[in-house]
């Protein structure tokens, strides 16, 4: 059986496309689910794509991604630089964890600087655009494999 990794966004991600083009590019994240949606064909999983403005929801979501994903991408937007609830999730999931960011956080403001979720990431990808969730991707299936 082919093995699900999720792929979760936080806060104001629903708005890419719109919010700051400037920095987050034009491409909105249904966009995105498509291209995450097509490379996963080609490798060979499946995955869970989801966004929530709700700190509670993304972690109930991480609690369900511990009986049913292999790896989880995540991209907790500002939840980042301030979610200890979040990374205690995260440390409850034993797979691959990859963290993205579309803009490269460390060219910005200090308070984006500090990740909690990097504490517990196995990888961490920013600045790529949107491409780095096709990176993270490729990164969860190189660590985890195809087959459940
Ligand atoms: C972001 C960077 C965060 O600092 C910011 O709060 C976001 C998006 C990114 O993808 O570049 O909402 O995670």
């Known amino acids: 059986m082919a093995k699900l990794v999720y792929i ?8 890419l496309g719109k919010r700051q083009p400037h920095i987050y590019g034009s491409e909105t994240l249904a966009d995105v689910e498509r ?4 490379l996963a064909a080609e490798l060979g999983v499946k995955i869970r ?4 403005n709700t700190e509670g929801q993304i972690i109930d979501w991480i609690h369900q991604a511990r009986e049913e ?5 995540i991209n907790p937007a500002a939840y980042t630089h301030t979610s200890v609830a979040i990374l205690d999730a995260l440390n409850a999931f034993d797979g691959p964890v990859i963290e993205v960011h579309i803009s490269n956080v460390h060219k910005r403001e200090a308070f984006r600087h500090h990740s909690y979720v990097s504490l517990r990431a196995d990888g961490v990808i920013a600045g ?5 969730y096709r990176l993270a991707l ?9 087959q459940a």
């Open 35 to 38: 291209e995450c949606a097509a």
């Open 128 to 132: 790529c655009g949107t491409e780095g």
């Open 69 to 73: 994903a292999a790896g989880i991408v």
């Open 8 to 15: 979760l966004n936080g806060p104001n991600l629903n708005l």
């Open 138 to 146: 490729r990164r969860i299936v190189t660590v985890a494999g195809t």
């Open 49 to 52: 794509f989801l966004q929530s």
